[in-house]
């Protein structure tokens, strides 16, 4: 069994939704990012390559690569995946937790659960989904950022 972590944060500014899990959130601000900004697919990206040894999401995906403005980060998510599948590892579970004041996850929970466990493509149940706010402290408490952090376990044969 391998074990991985990650983390992201994105800097909130204009706009009218966040995607959080790959899926659209509305809300009062916008994330500022050279993708779709969703800290929950990057922070688990991250966490697979790490369990994989495979570095980080910036040496695979740049956040200067003209391919990757704006893109949808499933694809992230899909393209990390085939490559632990080259390498006959096997997703667990997944352990996310969103970090943010706002916008409460509470409502789009089971469907952030969903998509994630379609994208790894296991079942909803070895996904989990968290959510805190940072009680107004900090850059995540003054609606600054959002972040997520994200834990993963794989098998291999
Ligand atoms: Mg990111």
Do not use: Y
């Not at 916008?30 to 040894?53: E, I, R, T």
């Not at 997703?91 to 998509?115: E, F, G, S, W």
């Amino acid at each position: 069994m391998r074990i991985g972590s990650g983390f992201d944060v994105h800097a909130l500014g204009p706009g009218d939704f966040v995607m959080l899990g790959g899926i659209r959130v509305a809300h009062s601000r916008g994330v500022v990012a050279h993708s779709d900004g969703d800290v929950v697919l990057h922070a688990l990206c991250d966490a697979l390559l790490g369990a994989a040894g495979l570095g980080d999401i910036g040496q695979h995906f740049g956040d200067t690569d003209p391919r990757w403005r704006g893109a949808d980060s499933s694809v992230f998510v899909t393209q990390v995946l085939a490559l632990l599948r080259d390498r006959r590892l096997a997703v667990a579970n997944v352990d996310v937790t969103v970090l943010a004041q706002a916008p409460k996850i509470a409502t789009h929970r089971d469907a952030m659960r969903r998509r994630i466990a379609q994208l790894l493509e296991v079942a909803a149940e070895r996904v989990n989904i968290k959510a805190t706010t940072t009680e107004g402290l900090g850059f995540l408490g003054r609606a600054e950022g959002i972040a997520a952090q994200a834990v993963v376990l794989l098998t291999e044969p």
